[in-house]
């Protein structure tokens, strides 16, 4: 990743940044004027309901190469970060071009390993205000963030085998499975549920990662849970989310690149039978009743729940796709009950 990350923009590349722009603000202002009348259609803010309008404009109208180029990488984002805040950043190299970060002390007990989605990064105010009030509480843990490779550098399984091999690297420094959690949002959601399902079903093209005890925890934030738009809530809430049905479709056939859909990059497909002998002792999945991806989700967590007996499963009243993070971003410092219940489910669990 590091000779094509980031991209270098073409002339043309840039100069298309100019009506790009333009077509974010011709968004909002449409989308100022048309939400008065949004009734039950849009979201249930009014000032949400433009910022969702716009960002779905931009991530359809700004391509992939645009975006990685204007945006800094979560490396990045990590080292301005730890000089921001006066500690030396500890960076590690991992197998297949993965990239840890650790936050907090590397000694802790606990080990959350996080892996960042799409509009996510280590220095996220949510985690480090979680990670202080579990280590004020006497929870003692740090956070090791995995950057892996995005696409079109890399695509699957890639981007699995470098999530897989974070979590090797834990368990090779004789970190116990126990006092380790794993946790994703949105595409790193994805990423939590295909590590799980290596842990039960070893991909054949990923080394097998066997683990003595299960491991604490494991949590998903709006999972990619499949790539299929055939939802009703695809319908139903294409004006109160930040995604559209051609945002998931472009996102899902970049990811796979012509590789076939299998059970570990859309784990929907997996029968309930394969997370039967899931290798953790509790599992959280969070949504938002606003999320486009609201119906396949919930037909997920229905199919665990019938076989795995610790699944605690919360849906956000009103709230995005990726809530806890997408907030942030638009300028809304209120809590979202997806956040405070990743909390208390975190809390419990160390």
Known sequence: MANTYPPKLTFLERLDLVPASISLIATGIYAAISGIFRGESGAKSYWKHISYAVIRRMLLRVSTRQNQALNPSTSAIYEAYAKKNGFEPQTVQLQHGGVGHWIGNKNAKNILLYYHGTVTHPASELFNEIMEELNAAGKDIAIFVLTY????????????????????????????????????????????????????????????????VPL???????????????????????????????????????????????????????????????????????????????????????????????????VGHDEPHNAPFIYPLIGDTSATQQGKALRSWLSARL
């Not at 490779?149 to 470098?162: D, E, F, N, S």
């Open 149 to 212: 490779t995005l696409t079109p550098h890399a695509v699957y399984p890639i981007q699995m085998k470098q999530a897989v091999e974070a979590l090797r690297y834990l368990v090779d420094l004789g970190r116990s499975p126990s006092n380790i959690i794993i946790g994703g949002d949105s595409a790193g959601g994805n990423l939590t549920l295909a590590v799980l399902s290596h842990l039960s079903h070893p991909h054949e093209a990923i080394k097998p990662l066997e683990i003595a």
């Open 216 to 314: 604490a925890g494991a949590f998903a934030i709006s999972p990619w849970v499949t790539f299929s738009q055939d939802f009703p809530s695809v319908k139903a809430n294409e004006y109160k989310d930040i995604l559209t049905s051609d945002i998931a479709m472009q996102w899902g056939l970049s990811y796979l690149a012509g590789q076939k859909k299998d059970n570990y990059n859309q784990p929907l497909l997996a029968p309930a039978e394969w997370w039967k002998d899931i290798k953790t002792r509790n599992l959280l999945v969070l949504a938002g009743s606003d999320e486009i991806l609201l119906s396949c989700i919930n037909q997920f967590v229905d199919k665990l729940k019938s076989v795995v007996p610790n699944v605690t499963y919360v």
